[in-house]
């Protein structure tokens, strides 16, 4: 063969070559540092730092780097062969990654065009993720929040010097039993939690939260035409039923679109419209009740008509445009299918609809940091619920008349909804979990303190203790994204996060349960000052549990680095604007007892 035929040979592809993963022919330059590449990154492997890039036998798949990790190996394939943790999206030539000799063990050095690239293309991703999907299951919750809410509007609607309203006059309820109304709703949220989250896999996400909203619309326009107790309790529980399922559906539906470290600002998005919500309600049961229909319809039961209709008009908006998953999202186009893809693959981030593990449903019930995590939900919810629901009832203690009452109840509200975006927010930047709950549930445990204790004779009180109930719903409100966030980031799998995502909030449904009973009528007296001791310590109870929580997944986390690198998979976070991408251990699903943990 001629010296001047070598070259041409050289680059003739072999007989079973694959056309799709084959490359242009590589530069002399690009060979030496590939083969740079290889050398530098066997001898750090060889040291001990975690590296994707490996000689491999020639019997292998070049791209199949994790010999005799199955799960990994399968996410190679799915993805062409390219390996996640090294290829940006699109592809890049590997030749062009490089590797500082003296770099730390935590980190791997791209080129600054790799690095800009891969930003600008995952940042156009999400913010179009964003734009589809966080306004949309927004506003669903929002009308699921109102319809829930309400009852307690409705309650203080022509209310009379015994604290009774025109709806307990009109169907004969007592306090007690006015109480029961409200919690026989989240009984009913206990039970079908974690059976409505695991029908979420089964059917899709579009079909399963469509039926919940169609569900819930239907009930609660109904209980606009109770007549008794009895009937106002069946219409109370249906609601419970129809409407479990939607909020840790919906955090189970975002956790198979966002890479973890995003989380918690979605979840914070989407949770914010609790607090709007409760703010929207109150400003429209304040026009409600001056609401005189034709039909001469009580104020309370126009509360309950009108806040449920947008239920039913919206079902079908679901219906025609919330996407099941990334690979069937229609406002993708195909680069940015792959690139949403790629990107949920680097984390090990399950879609939806993979196949139901069973065996992960009974480990998640047995997780005993799965129920510390809800043990520490429960402790914010009872306040959380307990508080909103009396919180026009407190404000009116304070000198301010029902209807202005429910006017000022919006102010606390949007304060706690603007506090959950930007906390939410923070947690995200800092990759915190535990530090931001502890410090925001330490602020609403003070506060309620503050409403117990600070005597209401002395000069301001009235501001004083006005401000304090906005602080206590920040320090209650704000927890929830954050704790959602936490749990679903430890939790390894997708049925796992669908169970344990289920059993946080239905755990916290028994706020709904105790928190009204927290405030009895014959604490008015003293301005509810024993409800407002029993908030504060079970917020305290929370913060015990979340140091202990942190204490254990530090315990495990020192475990792992003790018990070696094998159990864990390195994956790449953000890139930052130098081309430095940060590389941090997590653990791949299924794939034994050592793992690593957000904290």
Not at 412 to 424: E, Q, T
């Amino acid at each position: 063969m001629s010296p001047a035929a070598a070259p041409a040979a050289a680059a003739a592809p072999p007989p079973n070559a694959r056309p799709d993963l084959m490359a242009p022919a590589p530069t002399a330059a690009a060979i030496a540092t590939t083969a740079a590449v290889i050398a530098t990154t066997a001898a750090v492997h060889d040291d001990g730092l975690p590296t994707a890039a490996r000689e491999q036998p020639h019997n292998h798949h070049p791209h199949r780097l994790h010999d005799g990790e199955n799960w990994r190996n399968e996410q190679l394939d799915r993805n062409g062969g390219l390996d996640p943790d090294l290829v940006a999206s699109p592809p890049v030539d590997l030749s062009l990654h490089r590797f500082k000799s003296n770099a730390s063990k935590d980190t791997v050095v791209l080129t600054q065009e790799e690095a800009e690239a891969r930003v600008r293309e995952e940042s156009k991703v999400v913010k179009k993720i964003d734009r589809r999907l966080i306004p949309l299951v927004s506003l669903l919750y929002l009308c699921s929040y109102i319809d829930k809410v309400n009852f307690g509007n409705a309650k203080v609607v022509n209310i009379d010097s015994t604290g009774r309203g025109q709806m307990e006059r009109d169907l004969g309820m007592s306090s007690s039993q006015t109480l029961w109304a409200v919690s026989i709703f989240h009984i009913a949220d206990i039970i079908f939690e974690i059976p409505s989250n695991i029908a979420l896999k089964r059917y899709s996400a579009r079909h399963w939260i469509t039926r919940i909203m169609i569900s819930w619309g239907i009930v609660a326009v109904c209980t606009a035409f109770v007549r008794n107790y009895a009937e106002m309790m069946v219409c109370r529980f249906l609601l419970g039923v129809a409407e479990a399922g939607y909020f840790p559906g919906v955090l189970t539906y975002l956790a198979t679109w966002y890479r973890p470290h995003e989380l918690a600002f979605r979840i914070g998005m989407f949770y914010s419209v609790a607090a709007f919500g409760s703010a929207v309600s109150s400003i429209l049961a304040y026009f409600f009740a001056q609401f005189q229909s034709p039909a001469a319809i009580s104020s309370w039961r126009a509360i309950f008509f009108y806040e449920g209709v947008p239920s039913l008009v919206l079902s079908c908006l679901a219906f025609l445009l919330l996407p099941d998953s990334p690979a069937t999202a229609k406002f993708f186009t195909p680069l940015e299918r792959d690139i949403g893809i790629k990107r949920l693959v680097r984390d090990g981030v399950e879609s939806l609809d993979a196949p139901m593990d069973r065996t992960q449903i009974w480990s998640t019930l047995i997780d005993i940091k799965v129920w510390g995590a809800c043990l520490v939900y429960v402790g914010v919810m009872v306040p959380t619920f307990g508080f909103s629901f009396f919180l026009p009832t407190i404000i009116s203690l304070l000198g301010y008349t029902g209807l202005d009452a429910n006017l000022l109840a919006s102010i606390p509200r949007l304060a706690a909804c603007v506090s959950i975006i930007l906390l939410s927010f923070s947690s995200d930047k800092h990759r915190d979990r535990s530090v931001h709950m502890i410090v925001i549930a330490t602020i609403g445990a003070a506060s309620f303190l503050i409403l117990a204790f600070y005597p209401s004779s002395s000069p301001h009180s009235q501001v004083v203790l006005f401000a304090m109930t906005i602080f206590a719903n920040v320090g209650t409100h704000s927890v929830v994204p954050i704790a959602a966030s936490w749990l679903i980031n430890n939790t390894r799998g997708q049925t796992a996060v669908a169970v344990a995502t289920a059993m946080m909030v239905a755990c916290g449904s028994i706020g709904g349960i105790v928190g009204p009973q927290v405030y009895q009528p014959s604490q008015i007296p003293s301005g509810y000052r024993l409800g407002h001791l029993v908030n504060a310590f079970l917020l305290l109870m929370s913060i015990v549990v979340m140091i202990l929580l942190r204490w254990a997944y530090a315990s495990a986390n020192r475990n792992v680095s003790a018990a070696g690198r094998e159990d864990t998979v390195f994956v790449s976070a953000p890139i930052s604007a130098d081309g430095i991408e940060t590389v941090r251990e997590l653990p791949a699903p299924r794939r034994g007892p050592h793992r690593l943990y957000e904290l």
